[in-house]
T-cell receptor, first 113, second 116 residues
Framework: ELKVEQNPLFLSMQEGKNYTIYCNYS?????LYWYRQDPGKSLESLFV?????AVKQEGRLMASLDTKARLSTLHITAAVHDLSATYFC?????????????FGTGTRLQVTL | GAVVSQHPSWVICKSGTSVKIECRSL??????MFWYRQFPKQSLMLMAT?????????EQGVEKDKFLINHASLTLSTLTVTSAHPEDSSFYIC????????????FGQGTRLTVV
């Protein structure tokens, strides 16, 4: 059974600071996704990582994937209050056209002024 | 980007009644759709995989007779919560992938179900 763990579960950080969220998974996969969820809302796609060494950046967020270590990171640079949300990683075992995603536990990020 | 529309966005129903939630892929075809449930402050838990023209595949512990899934076309899947009880109150989210493309999954807006 595929297991996906995120840490930390909760992160409170000041505006302007940097931090990294980690996503570890238990089985071989080269497909990993990051999503953002605001309270009461559905998921917003942030990054799609489809190969070992993939790195993608959008604004203050940068995601990377190391398939050998079974690890993905979401790095936040110079945080701003608007980044406050819950962030999920999700792993695709890539077992075919109907592969289902397994979600991490989520990291609730709170950026304080 | 691809759009997945879920309806209704919220619903309140009485205990013992049934509720139907629709999930539509608006601008692409999806042979497979997925239904998730999310309790407050928790992650998404996959309930079932909905396959167009065939029976859904349910995850362990999900009652197939309680959560009826129908995937009648390449753009529509429905989830019916039958004989709803307060413990079924949750946030239900569907997602879909483009036919023949096993990359990004697109998510509906979610449905907040409250059973009173």
């Amino acid at each position: 059974e595929l297991k996906v763990e995120q840490n930390p579960l909760f992160l409170s950080m000041q505006e302007g600071k940097n931090y990294t969220i980690y996503c570890n998974y238990s089985t071989t996969s080269d497909r990993l996704y990051w999503y953002r969820q605001d309270p009461g809302k559905s998921l917003e796609s942030l990054f799609v990582l489809l190969s070992n060494g993939a790195v993608k950046q959008e604004g203050r967020l940068m995601a990377s994937l190391d398939t050998k270590a079974r690890l993905s990171t979401l790095h936040i640079t110079a945080a701003v209050h608007d980044l406050s949300a819950t962030y999920f990683c999700a792993v695709d075992p890539n077992t075919g056209t109907a592969s289902k995603l397994t979600f991490g536990t989520g990291t609730r990020l709170q950026v304080t002024l | 980007g691809a759009v997945v529309s879920q309806h209704p966005s919220w619903v309140i129903c009485k205990s013992g009644t049934s509720v139907k939630i629709e999930c539509r892929s608006l601008d692409f075809q999806a042979t497979t759709m997925f239904w998730y449930r999310q309790f407050p402050k928790q992650s998404l838990m996959l309930m079932a995989t909905s396959n167009e023209g065939s029976k859904a595949t349910y995850e362990q512990g999900v009652e197939k007779d309680k959560f009826l899934i129908n995937h009648a076309s390449l753009t529509l899947s429905t989830l019916t919560v039958t004989s709803a009880h307060p413990e079924d109150s949750s946030f239900y989210i569907c997602s879909a992938r483009r036919i023949w493309m096993n990359t990004e999954a697109f998510f509906g807006q979610g449905t907040r179900l409250t059973v009173v």
